[in-house]
C-alpha cells in the first residue's frame, strides 16, 4: 500500500473573518508547533491550517488597524476564535485590553515585511480625503476649474475601477469627484453592451498590485463598487 501524503496550501490575497485573541503569559519559552520557542515581543501567531511561514495582514474591525504576522503555531482551539496572536501584536491592534476583537485575516505575499509598524486605516483614509478636500477649497478660491482628461487604456500597471454607468451625466458628476483625488489620473473606457452603452470611470496608475490595493481599502466605504483592474489584462467584468 502506498504513502499517501496531504500538503495545505495557502492563497494570496485569502481573507478570513473571525474572532482574535492573544496568547496567555504560561506561553512564554514553551515551543510552538512548528519547534520554535514563543516570544511574546515576536510578531507572529497561530493559525488551525495556513503552513507554517505563511504571512498574513491582520486587521482589528473595531478601529480599523492593521499589521503582519507570521503564522509559526497552531490554534487558537476555542470555537469562534481564528487566530492566536502575540500579546506585542494585540497590543499594537488596541485589543489587549479587551482580551479579543472582531478581525479580517488576509495572506499576504511571502516578500511582505515583518516590521510591527501598524497600518491605520483609518488615519489614512482620514489623511487622503483631507488632501483633497484642501486642494479642492484652494481651486476654489483661486476660481480656477479641474481640467479633465479622458484617457485610454495604458496597457500596463494596475488601476481602480470605480463603477460601471450608463448615464452620461452621471459619469461626469463622478469624474468631477474623482478630479479632487486623482488629477488627471482619470480614465473612461466605453463599450457596447446588448445595445447599451457602458462607461467603466478608473483612476490611477499603480505600478504594484499592493499599491492598488492600498487605494482600494481606502475607498471601498465611499465607493463599494471599487475593483482592481490589471490593464494588462482589462477583463469584460
Not at 79 to 88: N, V
Request: charged residues 25%; proline residues 3%.
Amino acid at each position: 500500500m502506498g504513502v499517501i501524503f496531504f500538503f495545505t496550501c495557502s492563497v494570496f490575497g485569502q481573507v478570513e473573518k473571525g474572532i482574535a485573541s492573544y496568547y496567555a503569559d504560561k506561553f512564554n519559552g514553551r515551543l510552538t508547533a512548528n519547534g520554535e520557542i514563543f516570544q511574546p515581543h515576536k510578531y507572529t501567531a497561530a493559525h488551525k491550517k495556513l503552513p507554517f511561514g505563511t504571512k498574513v495582514k491582520v486587521t482589528n474591525l473595531k478601529n480599523n488597524k492593521a499589521i503582519i504576522l507570521r503564522i509559526n503555531d497552531r490554534g487558537p482551539f476555542i470555537k469562534g476564535r481564528i487566530i492566536d496572536l502575540s500579546p506585542i501584536a494585540a497590543e499594537k491592534l488596541g485589543f489587549k485590553h479587551a482580551g479579543i476583537t472582531d478581525v479580517k485575516v488576509e495572506i499576504v505575499s511571502k516578500e511582505e515585511k515583518i516590521t510591527g509598524e501598524v497600518i491605520d486605516w483609518e488615519k489614512k483614509k482620514q489623511d487622503f480625503f483631507a488632501a483633497a478636500k484642501e486642494k479642492d477649497l484652494q481651486l476654489v478660491k483661486k476660481n480656477q476649474l479641474y481640467h479633465i482628461n479622458a484617457l485610454g487604456n495604458p496597457n500596463k500597471g494596475f488601476g481602480l475601477q470605480i463603477a460601471k454607468l450608463q448615464n452620461h451625466s452621471a459619469v461626469f458628476s463622478l469624474v468631477y469627484e474623482l478630479a479632487a483625488y486623482f488629477d488627471n489620473k482619470i480614465r473612461i473606457i466605453s463599450e457596447q453592451n446588448k445595445n447599451k452603452q457602458i462607461h467603466r470611470v478608473l483612476v490611477g496608475e499603480f505600478s504594484t498590485k499592493k499599491e492598488a490595493e492600498e487605494l482600494q481599502h481606502i475607498l471601498l466605504e465611499k465607493y463599494p463598487e471599487i475593483k482592481i483592474k490589471d490593464y494588462q489584462i482589462f477583463e469584460n467584468s
